[in-house]
Protein backbone atom coordinates (compact mmCIF):
# COMPACT_ATOMS: atom_id res chain seq x y z
CA UNK A 1 0.00 0.00 0.00
CA UNK A 2 1.44 3.42 -0.85
CA UNK A 3 2.11 6.09 2.08
CA UNK A 4 -0.60 8.46 0.80
CA UNK A 5 -3.19 5.47 0.57
CA UNK A 6 -2.31 4.68 4.23
CA UNK A 7 -2.59 8.83 5.16
CA UNK A 8 -6.14 8.77 3.61
CA UNK A 9 -7.19 5.82 5.21
CA UNK A 10 -6.10 6.92 8.30
CA UNK A 11 -7.59 10.21 8.21
CA UNK A 12 -10.81 8.39 7.03
CA UNK A 13 -10.86 6.00 9.88
CA UNK A 14 -10.35 9.19 12.53
CA UNK A 15 -12.85 11.21 10.80
CA UNK A 16 -15.14 8.09 10.89
CA UNK A 17 -14.91 7.12 14.68
CA UNK A 18 -15.10 10.78 15.41
CA UNK A 19 -18.43 10.91 14.13
CA UNK A 20 -19.55 8.02 15.75
CA UNK A 21 -18.63 9.07 19.65
CA UNK A 22 -20.80 12.08 19.23
CA UNK A 23 -22.12 12.60 23.19
CA UNK A 24 -25.21 14.50 24.09
CA UNK A 25 -25.07 16.12 27.48
CA UNK A 26 -26.90 14.77 29.89
CA UNK A 27 -30.00 16.56 30.34
CA UNK A 28 -30.52 17.51 26.29
CA UNK A 29 -33.51 16.35 24.36
CA UNK A 30 -32.80 13.42 22.46
CA UNK A 31 -32.38 14.08 18.64
CA UNK A 32 -35.83 14.24 16.91
CA UNK A 33 -36.42 10.78 14.53
CA UNK A 34 -37.84 11.43 11.06
CA UNK A 35 -41.47 10.22 11.80
CA UNK A 36 -42.78 6.94 10.08
CA UNK A 37 -44.33 7.99 6.64
CA UNK A 38 -47.98 7.95 7.98
CA UNK A 39 -50.55 5.54 6.57
CA UNK A 40 -52.75 5.98 3.85
CA UNK A 41 -56.29 7.11 4.87
CA UNK A 42 -58.73 4.63 5.59
CA UNK A 43 -61.61 5.04 3.45
CA UNK A 44 -64.48 6.84 4.97
CA UNK A 45 -67.77 5.40 5.96
CA UNK A 46 -71.25 6.50 5.71
CA UNK A 47 -72.34 8.64 8.80
CA UNK A 48 -74.12 6.07 11.21
CA UNK A 49 -77.43 8.11 11.03
CA UNK A 50 -78.13 7.33 7.56
CA UNK A 51 -80.57 4.26 7.72
CA UNK A 52 -82.67 1.99 5.71
CA UNK A 53 -85.34 4.08 5.89
CA UNK A 54 -85.21 7.75 4.73
CA UNK A 55 -84.80 10.36 8.10
CA UNK A 56 -83.12 13.83 7.70
CA UNK A 57 -79.32 14.43 7.12
CA UNK A 58 -77.93 17.18 9.45
CA UNK A 59 -74.92 15.76 10.40
CA UNK A 60 -73.01 16.09 6.67
CA UNK A 61 -73.10 19.29 4.67
CA UNK A 62 -73.63 18.04 1.30
CA UNK A 63 -72.78 21.19 -0.31
CA UNK A 64 -69.06 21.00 0.74
CA UNK A 65 -68.28 17.67 -0.51
CA UNK A 66 -66.16 16.97 -3.34
CA UNK A 67 -67.89 16.52 -6.16
CA UNK A 68 -66.87 13.39 -8.73
CA UNK A 69 -69.56 12.31 -12.09
CA UNK A 70 -68.70 8.48 -11.38
CA UNK A 71 -72.80 7.92 -11.01
CA UNK A 72 -75.77 7.77 -13.18
CA UNK A 73 -79.12 7.46 -11.94
CA UNK A 74 -81.26 5.44 -14.65
CA UNK A 75 -84.87 5.71 -12.74
CA UNK A 76 -86.97 6.60 -9.94
CA UNK A 77 -89.71 4.32 -10.54
CA UNK A 78 -89.59 3.62 -13.72
CA UNK A 79 -90.02 6.82 -14.72
CA UNK A 80 -86.81 8.22 -15.84
CA UNK A 81 -84.22 10.22 -13.61
CA UNK A 82 -87.32 12.83 -13.26
CA UNK A 83 -90.43 11.87 -11.20
CA UNK A 84 -93.01 12.52 -9.19
CA UNK A 85 -94.56 10.38 -6.30
CA UNK A 86 -96.94 10.58 -3.66
CA UNK A 87 -95.91 11.25 0.02
CA UNK A 88 -95.63 7.74 1.83
CA UNK A 89 -95.45 5.92 -1.36
CA UNK A 90 -92.65 3.47 -2.10
CA UNK A 91 -89.88 4.48 -4.34
CA UNK A 92 -87.48 2.91 -6.03
CA UNK A 93 -83.99 4.28 -7.43
CA UNK A 94 -81.93 2.30 -9.72
CA UNK A 95 -78.78 3.39 -11.45
CA UNK A 96 -74.53 2.60 -11.06
CA UNK A 97 -72.02 4.32 -9.23
CA UNK A 98 -68.60 3.47 -9.45
CA UNK A 99 -65.78 4.51 -6.55
CA UNK A 100 -61.89 6.25 -7.35
CA UNK A 101 -60.75 2.65 -8.04
CA UNK A 102 -63.20 2.01 -10.80
CA UNK A 103 -65.11 -0.17 -8.83
CA UNK A 104 -68.46 -0.72 -7.11
CA UNK A 105 -68.21 1.01 -3.51
CA UNK A 106 -69.03 -0.80 -0.56
CA UNK A 107 -71.91 1.43 -0.02
CA UNK A 108 -74.13 4.86 -1.12
CA UNK A 109 -76.60 7.01 0.24
CA UNK A 110 -79.31 8.18 -1.85
CA UNK A 111 -79.77 11.67 -1.24
CA UNK A 112 -82.95 14.51 -1.54
CA UNK A 113 -82.47 18.07 -1.11
CA UNK A 114 -84.74 20.33 -1.17
CA UNK A 115 -86.23 22.10 1.91
CA UNK A 116 -84.56 19.81 4.07
CA UNK A 117 -82.08 16.91 3.07
CA UNK A 118 -83.13 13.57 3.60
CA UNK A 119 -80.94 10.73 2.80
CA UNK A 120 -81.09 6.71 3.00
CA UNK A 121 -78.56 4.02 2.45
CA UNK A 122 -77.99 1.39 0.15
CA UNK A 123 -75.40 -0.77 -1.65
CA UNK A 124 -74.12 -0.99 -5.19
CA UNK A 125 -74.76 -5.11 -5.83
CA UNK A 126 -76.30 -5.38 -9.09
CA UNK A 127 -74.51 -6.37 -12.31
CA UNK A 128 -74.08 -3.73 -14.82
CA UNK A 129 -72.30 -5.29 -17.92
CA UNK A 130 -73.36 -2.43 -19.99
CA UNK A 131 -71.42 0.06 -17.86
CA UNK A 132 -68.59 -2.06 -17.86
CA UNK A 133 -68.32 -1.87 -21.61
CA UNK A 134 -69.18 1.68 -22.17
CA UNK A 135 -66.17 2.66 -19.56
CA UNK A 136 -64.45 0.21 -20.67
CA UNK A 137 -63.51 -1.08 -17.69
CA UNK A 138 -64.14 -4.59 -17.42
CA UNK A 139 -63.77 -5.31 -13.56
CA UNK A 140 -66.09 -2.70 -12.85
CA UNK A 141 -68.73 -5.75 -11.27
CA UNK A 142 -71.73 -5.23 -9.38
CA UNK A 143 -71.79 -1.16 -9.73
CA UNK A 144 -75.69 -1.36 -10.07
CA UNK A 145 -78.15 -0.41 -7.71
CA UNK A 146 -81.80 -0.57 -6.36
CA UNK A 147 -82.76 1.56 -3.19
CA UNK A 148 -86.28 0.64 -2.76
CA UNK A 149 -87.67 2.78 0.36
CA UNK A 150 -90.93 4.28 1.65
CA UNK A 151 -91.30 7.79 1.62
CA UNK A 152 -92.52 8.55 5.30
CA UNK A 153 -91.68 11.50 7.13
CA UNK A 154 -91.02 13.39 3.29
CA UNK A 155 -92.14 16.42 2.99
CA UNK A 156 -93.96 17.65 -0.12
CA UNK A 157 -91.72 19.25 -2.50
CA UNK A 158 -89.29 18.91 -5.19
CA UNK A 159 -85.97 17.45 -4.48
CA UNK A 160 -82.61 16.98 -6.42
CA UNK A 161 -81.33 13.71 -6.48
CA UNK A 162 -77.55 12.99 -5.44
CA UNK A 163 -75.72 9.84 -4.18
CA UNK A 164 -72.61 9.67 -1.29
CA UNK A 165 -70.34 7.32 -1.27
CA UNK A 166 -66.79 6.37 0.79
CA UNK A 167 -63.81 7.74 -0.35
CA UNK A 168 -60.08 7.70 0.35
CA UNK A 169 -60.20 11.32 2.39
CA UNK A 170 -63.42 11.95 3.17
CA UNK A 171 -67.19 11.04 2.06
CA UNK A 172 -67.68 12.22 -2.15
CA UNK A 173 -71.17 13.24 -4.10
CA UNK A 174 -71.98 12.60 -7.07
CA UNK A 175 -74.91 14.36 -8.91
CA UNK A 176 -77.53 12.52 -10.23
CA UNK A 177 -78.96 15.25 -12.30
CA UNK A 178 -82.16 13.61 -11.05
CA UNK A 179 -84.89 15.02 -9.38
CA UNK A 180 -87.81 13.44 -7.19
CA UNK A 181 -90.91 15.79 -6.83
CA UNK A 182 -93.11 14.65 -3.53
CA UNK A 183 -96.73 15.55 -4.14
Known amino acids: MSRKSLYI?????????????????????????TPPASAPAAPAELPASIGTSFAALTDVDTASLQKVKTCFLDTINRQGATATAPVNSPATFSGWIIDENGHGPSSLAVVLSGTKVY??????????????????KADVGN???????RLDGIDPGTYTVSLLQPG????????????????
Not at 10 to 26: H, L, N, R, Y
Not at 143 to 149: D, E, I, K, R, Y
Not at 172 to 182: K, N, P, W
Open 119 to 136: AVKGSPSVPRPDVAKALG
Open 143 to 149: AGFNVSV
Open 168 to 183: RRGLVACDTQGSLTVQ
Open 9 to 33: LTAASIIGISACSKEQPENAAPEAE
